[in-house]
């Protein structure tokens, strides 16, 4: 499989991978070139365009998600007591047999 030019894309179906010849040299891509610079009025104003599109859960949503979170944490932690304490008196048996 031919690897991808720039890390995280993916070689296009069909290409063929490129095979270096006995002494041949690899030459290396030249980096893109640079994006050109924002000044801070106009990152500001992307910032406020983008926090525009943010969508916030209704108080309904925010109270249900918080109750599933709730009892989630009381499942796990009910679990991991049961497993606690179920390790700790395995343990103790296994002490308890070579004393």
């Known amino acids: 499989m031919a690897k ?4 995280g894309k993916r070689p296009q179906a069909g290409a063929k991978p490129q095979v270096a010849a006995a002494g041949a ?5 030249s980096p893109e070139p640079k994006k050109p610079r924002t000044s801070p009025a106009q990152f500001f104003s992307q910032v406020r365009a983008e926090a525009r599109k943010i969508v916030w859960p209704s108080r309904k949503e925010t109270w249900i998600t ?5 009892i989630m944490v009381v499942i796990a932690s009910v679990f991991f007591w049961i497993v606690d304490t179920g390790l700790g008196y395995a343990f103790r048996y296994i002490i308890a047999l070579g004393s």
Do not use: G, L, Y
């Open 4 to 7: 991808a030019k720039t890390p």
């Open 25 to 29: 040299a690899i030459t290396v891509d």
């Open 66 to 70: 918080s109750v599933m979170v709730f």
